[in-house]
Structure formats: structure tokens, C-alpha cells
């Protein structure tokens, strides 16, 4: 079994930054990709950014340039650092771990931290 666990949310004034960390324990097979969704109240699930095994990465366009994610492997452990929050960022966070093994994914779920940007 794998488990997810997620730290560093918070409340923030907007223009603030937050780091969220996750780090992944268990039976690690081939990471696929690691990274993190959010959902804020009333809306659904969304991915804000994303990292393969080979270090590409994929962000929400709304967090472009303002949060960053990195990876340390030796860890299995996943970072996202959120700079210039804003109100909007306020949102549940999830750390989403998707591992392979021949033709099948297999996808996790961290419990969810809080973040909210908020003066």
C-alpha cells in the first residue's frame, strides 16, 4: 500500500507564499507522475501542476509563473511552492501520486491540506 503525506498549508495575506510538501511511502513502483490538484469550495477538483518521472512539468495556466514544482527523488517526496497567492488559490490541495506497472496506472490520493490566501 501507498500512503500520501502532505504537509505546509495554511492561511496567507495575499502577495505571500506557501510551500507544500508530500511525501510518498509504501511500495513505490514506477512513479508515472506526482504532483497536485486543488478544489475549491463549489468547484470541482483541478490539476494545478504536474511532474513525470522524466521532470516535465504542467501547470494550470493561472499559476504560471507563480508556483513551482520540484522533486526530490532519492525521497519520493514532491514540493509546490506557491509565490504571489492570491485570494482565488484559497482551495483544499491534494497531492496526486500516479504510478505504473505494464499497462496499468495506478493512482493516490493524499488526505488534502488547507490553503487559504486571505488578508
Known amino acids: 500500500q501507498v500512503q500520501l503525506a502532505e504537509s505546509g498549508g495554511g492561511l496567507v495575506q495575499p502577495g505571500g507564499s506557501l510551500r507544500l510538501s508530500c511525501a510518498a511511502a509504501g511500495i513505490i513502483l514506477s512513479i508515472k507522475t506526482m504532483g497536485w490538484y486543488r478544489q475549491a469550495p463549489g468547484k470541482q477538483r483541478e490539476l494545478v501542476a504536474e511532474?513525470?518521472?522524466?521532470?516535465?512539468?504542467r501547470y494550470e495556466d493561472s499559476v504560471k509563473g507563480r508556483f513551482t514544482i520540484s522533486r526530490d527523488n532519492a525521497k519520493n517526496t514532491v514540493y509546490l511552492q506557491m509565490n504571489s497567492l492570491k485570494p482565488e488559490d484559497t482551495a483544499v490541495y491534494y497531492c496526486n501520486l500516479v504510478l505504473i506497472r505494464g499497462i496499468n496506472n495506478y493512482i493516490f490520493w493524499g488526505q488534502g491540506t488547507q490553503v487559504t490566501v486571505s488578508s
Open positions: 511532474m513525470t518521472s522524466a521532470g516535465d512539468t
